[in-house]
């Protein structure tokens, strides 16, 4: 396990090949463990059985890649490896067998934490943790190429900031008016003027989804939103276009999940960054 952390803050990280996750899902470098403020757990285990094959044992920020499909029928996922493709169409959350998990390796320093995967023939991609302040911390991308390589990748923001039941204390909130279609008529959640609010808990087996947030009047986004419980907030921001963002809760967690595109080409890799500060307020 690794460990980051200020008077305030403390990430504990797993190493990509400690075996908490064996799924073909989710990138497997820099896979929280938890996310401790001040006293309360913001990121933890939040499924109610573990399994480490499972497509969602992830905590925390866990980042996904859409797959990129090679000629010969093989499947590459950024963060995981080349995936052999026993089941058509492609389901995300299916495991596949690996074919070729390729290299990692990891870099500590005082405040940062660097994995490193190569996968011979495709990428060299570096993911970096970094404290970046006493409540702040920041994930920065790097993805060079040797061939080309684009599509999508988001990040899942599984939050439970210290309460593991979800209802009207959790808040989603935007610097703008969201608007977007769900997926089914719900009497628990709505869009209001500035985000996302629930008007009674879930119940266990119950969920809730849309699929395109953005804001209202226009087709896209800024990558700028607030994850609240009562008094604690984590503010998220990054520096890429948002294509959409998706929003996904059950009776434990809600997620905010904002897609940006990537795309890398030989001699130009592509990098980006998310940045995560988190505030409580001075009563609690």
């Known amino acids: 396990m690794i460990n980051l952390q200020t008077v305030r803050l403390r990430l504990r990280l797993h190493q990509p090949e400690d075996g ?5 899902r989710f990138d497997r470098s820099g896979v929280f463990d938890s996310l401790l403020y001040q006293g ?8 109610e059985q573990y399994d480490p094959c499972m497509h969602d044992a992830v905590c925390g920020p866990a980042e996904e890649f859409s797959p990129v499909f090679l000629p010969d029928g093989r499947i590459l996922k950024i963060g995981v490896g080349l995936l052999l493709p026993d089941v058509q169409p492609y389901d995300r ?5 690996v074919a070729d998990g390729g290299i990692w390796s990891m870099e500590e ?3 940062a934490m660097h994995f490193r995967h190569h996968l011979e023939g495709f990428y060299d991609y570096v993911k970096t943790v970094s404290l970046t302040g006493e409540s702040a911390f920041e994930i920065r991308h790097e ?6 390589l684009e599509g ?3 990040n899942h923001n599984f939050f439970t900031l210290g309460k593991m039941s979800v209802g009207p204390s959790r808040t989603l909130d935007f610097p703008f008016t969201p608007d977007g279609t769900w997926r089914a008529a719900y009497d628990s959640i709505a869009f209001g003027l500035s985000g996302l609010r629930f008007s009674r808990p879930l119940e266990k087996g119950e969920s809730v989804f849309t699929g395109n947030i953005h804001e209202k009047g226009s087709a896209g986004m800024p990558y700028r939103l607030t994850l609240s419980e009562g008094p604690l907030q984590v503010r998220i921001s990054g520096d890429v276009p948002v294509l959409r963002t998706v929003f996904w809760s059950n009776h434990r967690i809600a997620c905010p999940e904002p897609y940006n595109a990537f795309r890398a080409i030989p001699g130009k890799p592509f990098r980006w960054t998310v940045r995560y500060e988190i505030l409580k307020s001075q009563g609690r």
């Open 143 to 148: 993805l060079d190429a040797f061939t080309p």
């Open 93 to 97: 959350f299916h495991l596949y067998p």
């Open 40 to 47: 309360t757990e913001l990121c933890g285990r939040w499924f």
């Open 20 to 24: 908490f996750y064996q799924g073909t």
């Open 109 to 111: 320093t005082d405040s």
């Open 152 to 154: 999508e990748v988001y």
